[in-house]
C-alpha cells in the first residue's frame, strides 16, 4: 500500500508553525509498512486544495490529510475530500454529543459554527476527538482510503494512536509491535556498523536506528496477528542486539535518559542531588521533566562562579587556584559536595566550557562529569565540540546527557530490592 | 513573484528528521513578499524528482530546493533541476578551492566523490557554504529561477541570510528590513485585536504576529531602498505599537526574554540567583542559555523537598508548615534565602504544581513566583493549567517566562549607569 500526506494550512506555508504532523505520520506509516514518496502543504484555498487532492489520489492508495477541520468557513478539508471522493457529507448525531460534551467539560460555549464539525460521509468511519472538537474521518471509495486528522498535535497524535493505527491495520491486514532499544556512547554509523547484516537481512521484525542529539534509537518492529506472536519475534532479536552492543544499551522502551535514571534511582530508593556549572541546572532540569521525580532529586546547585563553588559546594579554593573551575578536581568535589551538603547517596557534576568563548585557556567543549556515591567515584573528561552550529547548546545538552547516564550506572551498580515499586 | 518550496531526502519521507527547512524559508520568502502556496517534499528518487520539479516550474517563479546535494550517486538534485531548466553542468573552480580548503580546515580528506559537488549550470551563481561542502546554486532560464540550497540548516540558514537573501532581493527590486517587537502578559489574539486596523491597513510597513509558547512577537517589515529609509518607515509604526501595547512590550530586537534579563541586568552591573522548586533549574538553564551570563547569575538553586527549602533556602519550616510550600509565602522567603545566602541583589523564586499529580490539595498550574531585592519584593500567583496537552512541560515552560519577566521587571527599576556596556 502506497500512502501520501497532504497537510493543510496557512500557518504551515507561512512558516509560522513546523510541520511535525508531516514527520509524524511519516514515521508511523513506515511502521505501519505503507511507503510514502510525497508529502505536500497547501493552505486554507479551494482550488489548490482541490487539485492537491485530486494529484495525490491519482498516485497512492492512502491520502492522510491533516488540518483545515475547524469550524470557521475557510476550513474546507472535509468537503473537498468528500467532493474529491463523489461523497456527501451527512449529520453525525455521536460526533455532535461528543463535542457538546467537550465544550460543556470545558466550561466553553458552542458557536452555531461547530455544528459543521459534526457532518461526516455517509459510512465514514469517525474517529472521536478526546483533546478537541473536530472529530477525524476515514473514508473509502473505489480502492482509495482518505484519512482526515485534526491539526494540533495534540489532537491528532493521540487520535491516531488510539483509534487511526488500529484503523489502518486493520486495511493492510497486519499488527505491528515495536520496541525501542536505547544506547548512549556509540554514534548512528558505528551501531549501524555492527548491526548491518541485521538490518539489511531481517524483514521481520525489521530494525532500523534513530539518531538524537548525543544519543541512538533502535526500532525493532515486528509483523504479526497478536502481541504474543510479535513478542516471539522481537525478544531474540533484542536479545541478538544486546549481545552485539550490550555495553552501549542502556534500556529498552524507557523514553529518556531522565527517564531511565530516576527509574532506577526510585526503584532502589536512592536520590540524587546535582552540582552544575556550564549546564546552568540543565541536569535538574531534564530529572525533574519525569513525573515523580521528586522521589529521586534531593535538591539541583548551580554555581557559576569559583565564590559559589566554594561557598555552595564546599570546593577548596586551592583546587580552584590550582587546577581550575574546568578540572577533573573540581569536578570530583562538587559532585561530593553536592552529595555532603544534601544528604543524596549520588551527587553528580558538570563543569566544562560550553563556549562560545574559550575560558581558563581551556577549549570549548572540553567538559568534566564528576559522580559521587559511598560506592563508586568517577570523573570523565569529555571533548564535545564539533567547531560548527550552534556549539553552546550543543554542547550543554551532550554535558548533560553524560552526567544523566553518569547517574544511572551509579543506581544500577545498586542491587534493585526485592520489593522494588 | 510566487514562490515554492521543494524539500528532498528519504530522511525526511521516512519521518527521521523534521522538516525545520521548509518552515524557514516559508517565513524567509514571506518577509521578502513572496507568496508561497505549495511545499512539497519528495526522496532521493530521480523519477518523482523530476516530476516534482516539472509541476512546481509550472506554476511559480521562483523554486527554492533544499537537500540532495551531496556527493553520492543519490544526491541528485542538481542535475535534474539543471535537466529541468535545460542546462549543463561546468566545472566550478572556485566552488572546489573552497571545498578543498574546507577539508583542509577540518583535517578531513577529500573524496573522489566531492569532486561532483564542484559543478554548477554555466552563467549560475554559485553561493560559497562556509559551514559544508556542497556549494548552494541559483540558476535561470527563461523567466524562471530555481535555487538549490544544502539540506543541513546549520550549512542552509547562514548561505540563506549571507548570500540568498541579497540575491532574491535584486530580483524582487526591493529590500527588507524587519524589527521585532517583543510582547509578554497579552495573547496573540489580545494584541491582535489592539492592533487590527494597523495591520490590516498598513502594506508598508507590514505588521504580523507571532506566537510562542508564552510569549507573542510582532514583526514589522519595511521595504525600502536602504536602511535608513527603512528605519524612517519603521521607527513610527514601532512607536505607535508602543502607544497601544506599552505596558507588554519588554523590548525592540531583544531575541528571547533570556537574553532582555541578562542583557538589562550586565548593562545596570547587577546580579541574579535563582530558587526553584516545580521548574527544577529551568529558569537558570534559560538564564545560562546566554553568552556572558556568567556576569549575571550568581547561582541557581533547586530545591525539590520541604527539607531542601529549609537547608539551603533557609524557608522557616513553620511556613512551610501553616502555608505549603506551594504558598505566596514560600516563594517569597524562597526569593528571600536565593538573595542572601548568594549576595546576590535579586533573588527570584518559582515554587507550583507542574503535575501530573495535584499537590497538598492544590491544583495543577497553580504558580507562585516570587521576586526579592532591597528595591522591590513581590509574589504572583498564577494559574497556568489549560486542560489538555503536556500540561507539565507547558506550565513549566510558562512559569520559567514569569520568573524571567520578573528578573527583567527588577533591573529595570534600576536605572542604567551613563557607561552601561
Not at 204 to 233: F, I, M
Request: hydrophobic fraction near 40%; proline fraction near 5%.
Amino acid at each position: 500500500m502506497t500512502g501520501e500526506i497532504l497537510c493543510v494550512g496557512t500557518e504551515l506555508l507561512l512558516g509560522d508553525i513546523i510541520n511535525t504532523n508531516a514527520a509524524f505520520l511519516a514515521r508511523e506509516l513506515a511502521a505501519l509498512g505503507i511507503g510514502v514518496y510525497h508529502q505536500t502543504v497547501v493552505g486554507d484555498n479551494g482550488g489548490r486544495l482541490k487539485e492537491a487532492v485530486a494529484l495525490a489520489l491519482s498516485r497512492c492508495d492512502l491520502l492522510v490529510m491533516t488540518g483545515g477541520l475547524g469550524p470557521t468557513y475557510d476550513d474546507i478539508t472535509k468537503e473537498t475530500a468528500a467532493e474529491a471522493l463523489g461523497q456527501k457529507l451527512v449529520w453525525n448525531q455521536e460526533a455532535y454529543d461528543r463535542m457538546a460534551a467537550y465544550f460543556d467539560c470545558t466550561g466553553r460555549v458552542m458557536s452555531e459554527n461547530n455544528r459543521k464539525q459534526a457532518t461526516a460521509p455517509e459510512g465514514a468511519v469517525v474517529f472521536q476527538n478526546e483533546n478537541g472538537t473536530a472529530p477525524g474521518i476515514a473514508m473509502e471509495s473505489s480502492g482509495k482510503i482518505v484519512v482526515l486528522l485534526p491539526g494540533p498535535p495534540s489532537e491528532m497524535e493521540p487520535m491516531f494512536y488510539g483509534q487511526v493505527r488500529p484503523y489502518l491495520e486493520g486495511k493492510t491486514g497486519q499488527t505491528f509491535f515495536s520496541r525501542t532499544v536505547h544506547l548512549f556512547g556509540i554514534g548512528e554509523s558505528a551501531a549501524e556498523e555492527k548491526l548491518r547484516d541485521l538490518m539489511e537481512a531481517s524483514l521481520n521484525p525489521t530494525v532500523a536506528p534513530y539518531a538524537k542529539t548525543g544519543e541512538v534509537l533502535l526500532r525493532v518492529t515486528a509483523a504479526a496477528p497478536d502481541k504474543s506472536q510479535a513478542q516471539a519475534l522481537l525478544t531474540p532479536m533484542i536479545r541478538e542486539i544486546r549481545q552485539r552492543l550490550g555495553q552501549y544499551v542502556y534500556g529498552v522502551d524507557v523514553g529518556t535518559l531522565q527517564k531511565a535514571a530516576v527509574l532506577a534511582l526510585v526503584e532502589r530508593g536512592l536520590t540524587v542531588s546535582t552540582a552544575e556549572s556550564c549546564t546552568g541546572g540543565g541536569v535538574a532540569k531534564r530529572i525533574t521533566e519525569v513525573p515523580g521525580s521528586s522521589a529521586a532529586l534531593k535538591a539541583g546547585i548551580c554555581t557559576y562562579t569559583n565564590e559559589m563553588k566554594t561557598a555552595l559546594l564546599g570546593v577548596d579554593t586551592n583546587t580552584l587556584e590550582v587546577h581550575g573551575a574546568v578540572s577533573a578536581q573540581t569536578a570530583l568535589e562538587m559532585a561530593q559536595g553536592a552529595r555532603r551538603r544534601t544528604g543524596a547517596q549520588i551527587g553528580v557534576s558538570v563543569t566544562g566550557v560550553a563556549g562560545p568563548q574559550p575560558s581558563e585557556g581551556k577549549p570549548v567543549g572540553l567538559v568534566y562529569v564528576g559522580i559521587s556515591s559511598p560506592w563508586w567515584e568517577d570523573v570523565k573528561e569529555l571533548h564535545l565540540a564539533r567547531g560548527s552550529g550552534n556549539e553552546r547548546e550543543r554542547v550543554r545538552h551532550l554535558a548533560e546527557n553524560h552526567a544523566l547516564y553518569a547517574v544511572l550506572q551509579a543506581a544500577l551498580k545498586v542491587k534493585k530490592p526485592p520489593d522494588a515499586p
